[in-house]
């Protein structure tokens, strides 16, 4: 690991864990958002453990309370997140500002809020059965109490992954972090 890269993982980080501590609506983040751009500026094996990383450090730092049993399902959607990123860099070649693009990253970040809530669901879920409530019972309960919850993660998320995609990862480009699909004489927004 570079210089470079150690001091983008330290930045990211520190950014990622103000913004999870700080007031804010529940399920309203960024880090999704963050370990995607991870993910696609480091790739598939860096973003997951960008994303793991600051979830376990979260689940202790929360100001919501401490993450316990469900700390390893936060960790596991997160981990999908930056790794999504990294397929999607495998994926993506000339990546341009059009309705069609910020679309494209919106869709995305909807599917990883839904693919996290579900995780983070079951772990509630697993949590109802350990204090004795039958597992049907437990899982409908978790989806059923974590519904409007779900619905503003996946809102917030397609909002933030449809506005801020190409501002963050132009401005990470033009300070010559990570590697990106396109061309580095290309601007994004030409």
Known sequence: MNTRKLAFLIILTALCLAIQITPRPPNVEFTSFF????????????????????????????????GGLNIPFQMVGMIIAGALGGVYRRFTRNISFSARFSLETAVLGA?????????TNLGFGIQLVLAGE????????????????SLVHIVSNTLVFGVLFLPVTNALKSLSVGKFPWSRKEHLYS
Not at 45 to 61: A, D, K, P, R, Y
Not at 111 to 119: H, K, Q, R, W
Request: aromatic share 22%.
């Open 35 to 66: 370990c995607f751009v991870m993910g696609l500026t480091e790739g598939v094996v860096f973003g997951g453990f960008f994303g793991s990383f600051v979830m376990l450090i979260n689940g202790f730092l929360s100001p919501y309370g401490f």
């Open 111 to 119: 599917f990883i809020a839904l693919t996290y809530d579900l995780i």
């Open 134 to 149: 039958s597992p049907s019972l437990a899982f409908v309960t978790a989806i059923a109490s974590g519904s409007f919850f």
